[in-house]
């Protein structure tokens, strides 16, 4: 049996609906909402902030700390165990690795800035959503950075290769299925995040990766209008 | 030829390409890449002649030498008094620094200043790892007794103040409270309850709306719109 129609009638190129917000958390420096189909993501950012214990501190920059964190009842599967995994602490430390390329800390030393990024709902993909939720949060916290971060998992299902996988895909019995998170500073073309689950060509790969670069684009637009539309306030009367 | 992307007053996000071409210098807050010059922050873009510079929006305190700021007590040692200062880094004003009065060895220092007190002070020191010292020796530099504080963002200071302090003074007058600006983002108001009510309310409001034109208008609109009869204190 082959693959030849999305499950939800996307295109194989096609992202799922993307909304995001800029300045939810009204106590957080910086904070942020972003939702690629069924997958929400809240991230707020604290600091730069005193640093303790004092031997994490690195005199000559801040240093940056991510928690991701699916909340109990966010999963389309089932409970998840509230507090951290093996899992959520891997992701924790590949997102704090996607975004270390953009920031600039060397102005705060022996500082942290936190990012917490909250999964209230989640359908696949939401390391991405988070790291796309988190980069908008530390723009609106305004840190230095030299580019945002926009993220988005690619990959094959049986012989298409699609964008943006859901979670039926990532769960498709009848072939094999490969599903890549992929993030990018969009203004650069570089990659800071690359990881894989499954089997796919080095050919197919490379395809791949071009098909996910145009999708990035299109969220950081997004990312750009959400941070613009904060600051487009109405004068009140 | 270059290319400029942005007007005066629009908001550039991190990552955004600016100006293409090198007739146009990279200011504070965008860096140049070959010929692009790009946002290095979330800011307000300011074309100054040739050169583009970001006015950011928002982010924390970072305390700078000379600043004057207003900072609570945290805690009292031997040698002086720590300092909150609003910012990641803790401050320190030291015994001599303190006050010009005699202070005998050995004598209680939360007599002069205990802890949860807030002062207003200027900063006499920062080094490079933000090592901050300061000090309550200057005009106008004291404990501040009674009022209230508030909280603001330290970037939006500036707009509060006003050019030559027309700002600050115009809500001064009009609710006849005292009001202390700190550079670091707080501010000490003492006046009538509906006074400072007031106050609050105006400072809050610039504090929404610094990034929008005719600031210096709306303002006073408000102030006497919402005019409370008071008596100066």
Partial sequence: MTYKERLDKRKFDEARK?????????????????????TVAYAAVYGPRNLHPKFLQDPSRGILRCNYNMMPFSSSWGRVRPGGNRRSKEISLVTQKALLPVLDLEDYPNSAVDVFIELPQTEAGSRCAGICAASMALADAGLAMKDLVAAVSVGRVDDELVVDLDYQEEAYEDGPVADIPMAMMPNHDKITLLQMDGLISKDDLKKVLEMGKKVLKDIYEVQKKALKDKYKTEIKK | MSKINVKDNDIA?????????MDSFPGIGTYREGENIIAARLGLAQLDGRTIKLIPLSGRYIPKKYDTIICAVIDVNFSGWRLDTNSPYSAMLSMKEATSQFIARGADLTKFYAIGDYVSCKIINVTSQKLVDVTMKGMGLRKLKGGRIINVASNKVPRIIGKQGSMISMIKDATKCSILVGQNGLIWIDGSPEGELLAVNSIRKIEEESHLSGLTDRVKEFLEKNKVTVKAQ
């Fill in chain 1, 18 to 38: 993307i909304e995001a917000k800029v300045g939810v958390i009204p106590n957080a420096d910086g904070s942020a909402y972003f939702k690629i189909g069924n």
């Fill in chain 2, 13 to 21: 996000v991190p990552g955004e390409v600016l100006a293409v071409g």
